[in-house]
Nanobody, 126 residues
Framework: QLQLVESGGGLVQSGGSLRLSCTAP????????IGWFRQAPGKEREGVSC????????NYADSVSGRFTISRDNAKNMVYLQMNSLKTEDTAVYYC???????????????????WGQGTQVTVSS
């Protein structure tokens, strides 16, 4: 069973940056499409970004486009979410998710993913 592990969350001031990481100990992430989601208290889980197996295609939610960048290093078995110009509304638990290769002409929904991590908390203070 593929298990995903997120790291890199924390407390940052508005305007600051964080880089989240996602890996899967013992499994090769290179086969999978990887997505990042977030869930704020009292809100539904929302898609943030996704990236193809090769890293050649990426999609972003409008709310983070231009501020967040998803990338992957398959040799290191890592997927990253670089978050810049953070806002208080970015505060949430961030999850990475994986699914076998599929067309990602759009930002995938949570229902499209098979495997999930436990999440990492990101808190942006004003």
């Amino acid at each position: 069973q593929l298990q995903l592990v997120e790291s890199g969350g924390g407390l940052v001031q508005s305007g600051g940056s964080l880089r989240l990481s996602c890996t899967a100990p013992g499994f090769s992430l290179g086969y999978y499409v990887i997505g990042w989601f977030r869930q704020a208290p009292g809100k539904e889980r929302e898609g943030v970004s996704c990236i193809s197996s090769s890293g050649g295609t990426a999609n972003y939610a409008d709310s983070v486009s231009g501020r967040f960048t998803i990338s992957r290093d398959n040799a290191k078995n890592m997927v990253y979410l670089q978050m810049n110009s953070l806002k208080t509304e970015d505060t949430a638990v961030y999850y990475c998710a994986a699914t076998p290769p599929t067309y990602i002409g759009r930002l995938l929904s949570s229902r499209d993913y098979t495997y999930w991590g436990q999440g990492t908390q990101v808190t942006v203070s004003s």
